[in-house]
């Protein structure tokens, strides 16, 4: 009986040591080797889905990239967690992934509730925000007196949210869920314009003739126009393991080429933006995976 006292006495001892190695980690990933990664894939040229593709490969674009070359220096294996834009910030509250890479722009709310890496720089899908707008409406927007009453969409908690708040405080803004969604209410006539970044403009007029340029670019502040790593609050290891990942990439000059073959990728007959909901479904019918079947 004595024995089994001390064994239990033991290994109560091991689970409390192995519980506070856990808290004083710096916030660094307990995931063993998977790295967990949220991301909204409907943000061409940034996230979106190859439907020529399936499973983990379907996910593609910069940030994808980026998330792969992240998962490799670490020596883990890369598992994207697709869900809405929205979601996966909170995921990242909650624990449920490592980290997310969708597209996020610095902003001082975010600063606040997170860690947010270095910034990392793709292209110009950051410093150019214009307003896209019906192929009957080009150049129709020039100023921003001309959104004066005019319903304008953007993305919920997007940088496009805020710089119409900036810039365009006498339009009518109405917020959108995910851009696939809103490009269908753009055609719909639910708003006459919608900001977006540039790259995500340029995909969308490729792929459809109805949409154009509505005459209007946002002037950008130095600090936007890069993006950040979004990692839990506290997680100060994870944060600099990854920051040094991400001067490497800097410094060996690879963001433009990701930049560019992501932008070619967008363009061609299977790229796909698909919207998830918060759980990490697409749509019924949808040709991608949803995340419960990865």
């Known amino acids: 009986m004595k024995m089994k006292k001390v064994i239990a006495l033991t290994l109560a001892l091991c689970l409390m040591l192995a519980a506070l190695a856990a808290c004083g980690d710096g916030g660094k990933s307990d995931s063993g080797n998977v790295l967990k990664v949220a991301t909204s894939p409907d943000f061409a040229p940034m996230a979106f889905v190859d439907t020529s593709k399936s499973g983990q490969d379907q996910y593609v674009g910069f940030d994808m990239m980026l998330a792969k070359y992240i998962a490799e220096e670490m020596g883990k294996e890369l598992v994207i967690m697709p869900m809405s834009f929205e ?66 969409g953007a993305q919920t908690g997007s940088l496009q949210e805020s710089l119409c708040q900036e810039q365009l405080p006498d339009c009518e803004l109405v917020t959108i869920g995910e851009l696939g969604t809103g490009l269908l209410q753009l055609k719909n006539g639910d708003f006459e314009a919608m900001a977006v970044a540039k790259g995500q403009a340029d995909v ?86 949803s995340q419960e079947e990865e």
Not at 273 to 289: F, I, K, R, W
């Open 87 to 152: 979601a996966c910030t909170t995921a990242v509250s909650m624990g449920t992934v490592d980290m997310a890479i969708s597209g996020f722009s610095w902003r001082e709310d975010r600063e606040e509730g997170f860690n947010l890496s270095d910034f990392y720089y793709p292209g110009d899908n950051e410093s150019d925000q214009v307003v896209i707008t019906l192929k009957e409406n080009e150049g129709k927007f020039s100023s921003p007196e001309d959104f004066n009453g005019v319903k304008v």
């Open 204 to 289: 969308f007029m490729s792929n459809d003739p109805a949409v154009a340029l509505s005459g209007f670019q946002f002037e950008v502040d130095e600090k936007y126009t890069a993006n950040v790593v979004v990692m839990k609050k506290g997680a100060d290891d994870l944060t600099q393991e990854v920051n040094g990942i991400l001067k490497k990439a800097y410094d060996s000059n690879v963001y433009g080429d990701w930049y560019e073959e992501a932008k070619e990728l967008a363009m061609s007959a299977t790229a796909n933006e698909v919207t998830y909901d918060d759980e990490g479904n697409a749509p019924a019918g949808d040709e991608s995976s």
